[in-house]
């Protein structure tokens, strides 16, 4: 794939992408936004948020969610999907960061993944949230970076990889939030393939 052809592709894409506020966005702490990043997988984002909003006036930083039950945690966020495991994971989560990061998320991608319930794709959204050059990959990054040929793998890592070749560095922290904000307004596969391959056709 040419460089030129997937920027031109990707400006196309910004330009008919939703605005909705995806779950890992506008956070009063990077404690938050770590928190519900772990929320949010294979859960919608607005309901992420919702339950967030309610666990965070409970529980605003790491020290307070340390302290709490696994019992409480999951009455507050059974609305997101596996939640009694991400009860667990955030409990766990928020302890680590109170013992061993003064309640602070580290902008490590090393020491982000060693907490529990963050795997790469949660760690590099965080990371991209907050600045850094990170690509997250997840379904929708995946899917229509295949489909327009950026890359060839269908491998979270290898297509990390590959995205990372393709695109310039300033562009590696922006493109989970297009590419999943035009995921999550055209829902339906046949719009959605019908979009990209006028895209295809006109780059």
Known sequence: ??????????????????????????????????????????????????????LFSEYPDAKSLSKSSEKKIQDIIKRVNFYKNKSNNILNCARALDEQYAGEPPMDFSKLIQLSGVGGKTANVFLSEYGDDAIGIDTHVSYISQYLGWVESDKPDKIEEELRKLFPRKKWKILNTILVRFGKKYTSRKEKDRLLDEIKIIF
């Open 1 to 54: 794939m040419n460089q030129k052809i997937a920027l031109k592709q990707l400006e196309q894409i910004d330009k008919l992408k939703g605005d909705m506020r995806l779950a890992g966005e506008k956070w009063e702490t990077k404690y938050q936004t770590l928190i519900s990043i772990i929320l949010s997988a294979r859960t919608l984002d607005e309901t992420t948020i919702k339950v967030c909003e309610i």
